[in-house]
């Protein structure tokens, strides 16, 4: 095991415990330059799960099931299409479309005045960026659409995490056996993740302990930052 898959698993999994979400963004980004995403994306869905696990039972009461079960059978939905799109087509062009579009939607939560309300959710909305957050996540295993979604219709920062970390179950729940039907996750790389799990652990509880200090205003930032960090970063690797 190498010092950068533990620093990159270390801070994933802090800005996890933060936000509760962006692990990949942060994982991908450190290791991309000398790890095959072969190898990355099987071992960060492997750390992932757990991690879920703890935000969503840490966050229990703010679960919303109207949110939760429809917004993850859409996704599920677009994963599989996902998967089927990067064996078809030029994943690399996708992923630079996506990186705008999340860039455009961070910026437009930026500039959304600071004491709106949360929206209601529509069918239709929940519909289209429930499947389209499926699509990338399959594609790419970012959260960031699903993340941008949710935090429009939920009224704090435990409810964002709750609601999105039980999502995030499902999704992977399903992924890990769709990446062990196809022969993605090995072994080998199930292996690694155990022997990064106490790393993961580490910078979740460090970034729960640090997300105590934080506003309701402030955590907003953050998932602006990260979600147009997310899109800057998708288009720079995918230059």
Partial sequence: MTFWWIIATFLAFFVKGISGFANTLVFNSILSFSVQNVQISPVDLMLGY????????????????????PLAAMVLAGNLAGVLLLKNLDGRLIRLFFGFVVILIGLEMLTRHQDRRPGTNSTFGMVFFGLL?????????????????????????????????????????????????????????????????????????????CRKHIREQQFRKIIVFLLILSGIMLIAVNL
């Avoid at 919303?64 to 079960?69: L, Q, T």
């Avoid at 995030?168 to 199930?190: C, Q």
């Fill in 50 to 69: 757990p991690s879920n696990i703890i935000l969503t039972i840490r966050e229990r009461k703010n679960l919303d099931p109207a949110i939760v079960i």
């Fill in 133 to 209: 957050s499926g699509v990338f996540c399959g594609l790419y295993g970012v959260g960031a659409l699903l993340g941008a979604y949710i935090s429009r219709y939920t009224p704090n920062a435990g409810a964002f995490r709750s609601n999105l970390c039980a999502i995030f179950i499902i999704e992977n729940t399903f992924r890990i056996f769709l990446y062990a039907f196809t022969g993605i996750l090995t072994l080998p790389l199930i292996l690694t993740a155990l022997r990064l799990m106490p790393f993961t652990l580490a910078g979740l509880l460090c970034g729960i302990a």
